[in-house]
């Protein structure tokens, strides 16, 4: 069973990249609830070692960041406009309620649009660029926003409560990759009698690729390396099988093989053979994926220091790099199942 209410505060936190202290607090607290020795390094990762860790252990990585917004300009009338921080497709965005760390405490925003009855008519009606967007908070001049503590470079996420959906589904913003943190807290369970370091990273969805991984994993010096990240479900009325390689909610983990065309990371043939031999032991449905765009924090592992034996492990999710993913309770615990016998059964060198 999933433990809703735990994913749904992981999903809930705050962690637009280079802001992810919230999701970080979060993390540290719950890895140390569960016996693990964590801390949060200079970068903002949180890194946590089991008690059997030792000097080259396995590493599993889930980003703690999500895509959001970072305000870039308040107008004398007290509007924000803002970039995108990640890669998000602008049409989400107008009308989209978002929420804004403040020092004294959190502030909440409406991304604003105008009405449909002011809008051009026919084919001239188009969906606005993210430059041509703002926030509204509410503020009546830029010296009551700056009063706020809101000023050129402060982050903004969305603000979306996760939510049940039918048939054992969930829907949250930032499923990419939270549920990933959420398995991490799960194995901090499984793996304690294991060689591993679990860690939330940072940075992921701003670089090319994970930044926060590959500084952990560079200090760590892992002997094999695992994303635990989320993988794009297209089972859906938009997307055809042949687009998405068939991808889908409720037919178990995906393990990635090709990210972004080749430029990211490609499944170490070893761990390949050794998730998939350890998921048809333990009857563990798997989907494979090579992918053109996208990739994990694997892509930035693979290469650090002399190589490290790299693969992505992903849960089918929905819609991500929107404001609302959806996946599967069934893939998330089928996808810790995995990662937690896979770990178990790891060959020693
Ligand atoms: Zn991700």
Redesign the pocket.
Known sequence: MVEFALLAKLTEAFGVPSEEHEIAKLMEAEFKKRGWHAETDRFGSVVAKSPKCKTSPIMIAA?MDEIGLMVKFVSDKGFLRFIKVGSIDDRVLPNQRVVIPTPDGKIYGVIGHKPPHMQKKGGERRAPEAKDLFIDIGAKSRKEVEKLGVRIGTPVGFDIPARHLQGGRITAKAL??RAGCYGLLKLAETLKGEDVVLVGSVQ??VSMFGKGAALSAYRLQPRAFVAL??AIAGDHPEITDEESGGIGLDKGPVITLVEAAGMGNVADRQMREHFMAVAKRAKIPIQLEVIEGGA?DAASVYSVRGGIPSIALGIPTRYIHSNVGVCAARDIEQTIELMERAVKTFPKK
Do not use: A, L, R, S
Request: hydrophobic fraction near 0%.
């Open positions: 980003h990419d990759d992921e969805e990240d989320t994990t």
